[in-house]
């Protein structure tokens, strides 16, 4: 089955700063990739997502890459804003096999 | 972002003790999911659901769990005999078709004593 690493599991950056988080993934078939951000108590809310047919994505301050044949995708913060301090979440395949999140921290 | 309401919000119960856990439907979404986030861990993905069977299951998704969605009603999760290992946050997920973004419910608070 579909095995996804996250790395890293902690970051901490400035505000302003850009912040890069980096997934792969083990099964080749796997074509969807989103990525969550939780915040402490409440629900994994998608934030941006790829399909296998592009190889990036952006929106504002937010995107994403993906590389098939290293089978790696990652997540790109720019211009960081405190209020983007949660967990984040890469997951691959459909039915969402997640990596182990990294908790994000921007100090302003 | 659409609502996806489950309910209770927290559950507490003795282990050993059946519970259920229910998603709210809306008429038009066709595949549901359940995922379980032990406190401080990943979410992990428990089983899917469509056109009333389940299309997959995890390792995790064992003969104590059963999901069911009876005459078009809450797509519900059922764990026969709760263990304290059980003890986590349950989300449904669903979506209309299988191609579109998959939404988190707010989540039930399960914890098993």
């Known amino acids: 089955g579909e095995n996804v690493e996250q790395h890293p599991s902690t970051l901490s950056v400035q505000e302003g700063d850009s912040a890069v988080i980096k997934c792969t993934y083990s099964?080749?078939?796997?074509?969807?990739f989103p990525w969550y951000k939780q915040e402490l108590g409440k629900r994994p809310q998608l934030i941006i997502d790829i399909r296998s047919n592009v190889g990036e994505k952006k929106d504002q301050r937010i995107a994403v890459t993906l590389n098939k044949t290293a089978k790696h995708f990652s997540l790109h913060i720019t211009e960081t804003q405190p209020e983007d301090s949660a967990v984040y979440f890469c997951?691959?395949?459909?039915?969402?096999?997640f990596g182990k999140g990294t908790k994000l921290t921007v100090n302003p | 972002e659409p609502e996806v309401t489950q309910t209770p919000s927290h559950q507490v119960t003795q282990m050993g003790q059946e519970v259920i856990l229910r998603c709210v439907p809306i008429s038009n979404h066709l595949y549901f999911y359940w995922y379980r986030q032990i406190l401080g861990q990943k979410v992990e993905f428990l089983v899917s659901f469509y056109n009333n069977e389940i299309s997959e299951k995890s390792e995790i998704f064992d003969d104590q769990f059963s999901v069911e969605r009876p005459d078009g009603s809450n797509f519900t999760l059922k764990i026969r005999s709760t263990k304290l290992e059980d003890s986590a946050m349950y989300f449904c997920a669903r979506k209309r078709q299988a191609n579109e973004k998959l939404f988190f419910g707010s989540g039930t608070q399960l914890s098993v004593l």
């Open positions: 997951a691959a395949s459909e039915k969402l096999v």
């Open positions: 099964d080749s078939a796997s074509n969807y």
